[in-house]
């Protein structure tokens, strides 16, 4: 995952992408928030992948760090914080929708409604569109 002193500036974007998103972890936190409207530590530390929670922990500061993702206080409970997508975050939708899409494909366990995998087939960008406006709803 991406750190100041991890990242590597060859110039490569792939190697860049990588760097800062493209590790397992990071990317199920940020289809958590996209896809499934997750938004606290705890949402998060309850998918079926089981993330660890220092593992958990240092993503969220990373992918927070690199600006993919923003923390606020949740107003209805000071010790919970809320996480969101930044705009360069939510920029990162279509690459994950892509990555369903090809799972879907080429994994015969991948687990997608038909409903979502249509809505990615006939129209990518509207239903991208249609995640950014429930996102930017809350």
């Known amino acids: 995952m991406a750190t100041p002193d991890k990242k590597r500036d060859t110039g490569c974007p792939i190697a860049f992408a990588l760097d800062t998103f493209g590790d397992r972890w990071s990317l ?3 289809r958590d928030i996209a896809l499934r409207g ?9 998918t079926p992948e089981k ?6 922990a240092d993503r969220l500061r990373e ?3 690199d600006g993919i993702i923003q923390k606020t206080r949740d107003p209805e409970n000071q010790r919970k914080n809320i996480y969101a997508l930044t ?3 939510c920029d990162l939708i279509p690459v994950v929708l892509e990555m369903v899409r090809w799972s879907a494909k080429y994994d015969r366990n991948t687990k997608v409604g038909d409903k979502f995998l249509n809505k990615i087939k006939r129209d990518r960008d509207g239903f991208e569109m249609e995640i950014r406006s429930r996102l930017k709803d809350r």
């Open 28 to 30: 199920m936190i940020i």
């Open 38 to 46: 997750s938004r606290t530590y705890g949402e998060f530390r309850d």
């Open 63 to 65: 992918l927070e760090a």
């Open 51 to 56: 993330i660890a929670t220092n593992v958990l």
């Open 87 to 89: 705009e360069k975050g």
